[in-house]
């Protein structure tokens, strides 16, 4: 069983915070995490290398320094890390980027493609379906369960009333919850060889497509602005009967031109 698994590198949104000028989000001096969805995709990869000897490789897209998230990635325990780099996927919005990395994915052999459900610094989720379309594969999203039952992928997908129970043909996509997956730590010995380990570089010529559908040329959107949330105002608190409470509501809301 062969599986890839896509992860980004993201800011620590503990950390984040926004130039109050330019609405950009300020990088300098924030460290960066493997994004959490991900995280937990891995970790799905990685439990099923363990009861099935899946072979897992790793990709992620981003600047040369994306490595440190490849280098976890050995840590925990994947086989096999790429790094997709280039000034030309610059600036990608979701769909180049899907582009690019559906195009990477076509040098590799594989069963099962994983994704997070999404990145927390663009919370989109339409990298991984927009891949499946790419390639087109059948896909599930939002999972938090998953096994393999004669030859077939058993798929316990979350839904905002429950949970539904799918099979799906393989090969496939999934999107993963983090919170469906607590990802293990890395051990020393795990660190240690992290470092000693290849990761492959690849370059624009790993990708068949054409220019205009790269990085920046290749993105239909653009953010316009970024900013805080502005901060609330105290409220007041009212302690009356119901009769005044009526009242007093219905004088707010014509104060606000409500009604």
């Given at each position: ?230 901060v609330k105002a105290a409220g007041e608190v009212h302690e009356v009967d119901p009769e005044q409470a009526v009242n007093l509501i219905v004088s707010k809301l014509k104060e606000k031109f409500i009604i």
């Amino acid at each position: 069983m062969k599986i890839v698994v896509c992860i980004k590198q993201v800011p620590d949104t503990t950390e984040i915070k926004i130039n109050p000028v330019t609405g950009t989000l300020i990088r300098d001096g924030v460290p960066s995490i493997m994004n959490p969805d991900d995280k937990g995709g891995l970790e799905m990869a990685l439990e099923l290398k363990d009861k099935y000897g899946a072979h897992v490789t790793v990709i992620t897209m981003g600047p040369p320094q994306a490595e440190l998230i490849l280098r976890e990635a050995y840590a925990m325990g994947a086989d096999r890390a790429i790094l997709l780099t280039g000034r030309e996927f610059g600036g990608a919005d979701t769909l180049a980027t899907s582009h690019t990395i559906a195009a990477a994915l076509k040098n590799l052999e594989y069963d099962l493609i994983v994704t997070g459900r999404q990145a927390i610094d663009g919370d989109t989720a339409q990298v991984g379906p927009q891949i499946a379309e790419h390639l087109g594969l059948p896909q599930v999203s939002y999972v938090a369960g998953f096994d393999v039952k004669d030859g077939k992928y058993i798929v316990k997908k979350e839904t905002e009333d429950g949970y539904q129970m799918l099979e799906v043909s393989s090969p496939a996509l999934m999107t993963v919850l983090a919170s469906a997956y607590k990802a293990r730590y890395m051990n020393v010995p795990g660190i240690v060889d992290a470092y000693n380990r290849e990761i492959e570089v690849w370059g624009v010529e790993k990708v068949d497509l054409p220019a205009e559908k790269l990085g920046l040329k290749g993105s239909p959107t653009r953010v316009n602005k970024a900013f805080t949330k502005g901060v609330k105002a105290a409220g007041e608190v009212h302690e009356v009967d119901p009769e005044q409470a009526v009242n007093l509501i219905v004088s707010k809301l014509k104060e606000k031109f409500i009604i």
